[in-house]
């Protein structure tokens, strides 16, 4: 490279307002979930002042990180981060909550442990729960940081925004998008490749609702669509595989798209090689 370029770069850095590395809130979320649950952890607290001490070195972490973005912040930093740590019995119990019904939607799942030490569904909801946290007292930027690093390690993108209730189930979980003012109730199970997404991304909608509202009890099934800002799916309802939803269904319902199948049999092999399609 020259050194014209190297110099333009040069500037470009000294420019960034925030110095914080992505890794180190990724690295410090883990460490929360660490905290959390005990599957998780790497290390084991022989005695609760170990883990008292364990916790404080958390939040000094999250101070420090909070600190060096603290002029956008609409808090101090040390008042976010408290305000963080206030939060983690109430996340925690979600999170128990998620996990459980994990272990109760799959007939694969063998305890809570094997949940939350193996399931992406966990892993990107729990991600998920710490960045919303963080989003509702309106720092910038790190929400989004941890959702994509939970998008980048499971394949499930869930925008920090998002509304999301108790027992919430994502199962296998890869390809699921959830955007940034979809509401979801209790109670809801999604499978892979459901997009609860928008029917336009015109930047004019950037402060408009514009993502489904999903009701308790629903289950969606894999490759759903379901989109636009005005979009409910009322509660008990079944959403089927491949269904492409844009407007609103009630209570109880049952979406299903039904495609045409030709199935031929032949006792011939050699007849098997001439097919239509």
Known sequence: MNSQFLETLFESHQRAKHQVPASAMCKLVEGVLQLLFPPLADVRFERVEELEEYTNGLKTN?????????????????????????????????????????LAGDPAARSIEEVIRTYPGFKAVAMYRMAHALYELRVPLLPRVLTEYAHAR??????????????????????????????????????????????????????????????????????????????????????????????????????YHRPQIDVRHSREPENLINFSI
């Open 62 to 102: 999250m101070m420090r990180i909070l600190t060096s973005m603290e002029p956008d912040l609409p808090l101090p930093a040390e008042e976010v981060a408290e305000r963080m740590m206030l939060e983690l019995p109430y996340i925690y119990d979600l999170l128990q909550m998620d996990a459980e019904a994990l």
């Open 154 to 255: 499971t394949g499930i993108d869930i925008h920090p925004g998002a509304q999301i209730g108790s027992h919430f189930c994502i199962d296998h979980g890869t390809g699921v998008v959830i955007g940034e003012t979809c509401m979801i109730g209790d109670h809801v199970k999604v499978y892979q490749g459901v997009t609860l997404g928008a029917l336009s991304v015109d930047k004019a909608m950037a402060n408009i609702k514009r993502h489904p509202t999903i009701e308790h009890h629903v289950v969606i099934y894999a490759g759903a669509t379901i989109l636009g800002g005005n979009t409910v799916v009322g509660a008990h309802s079944i959403v089927g595989g491949n269904v492409w939803l844009t407007e609103s269904v009630p209570a109880y319902s049952r979406v």
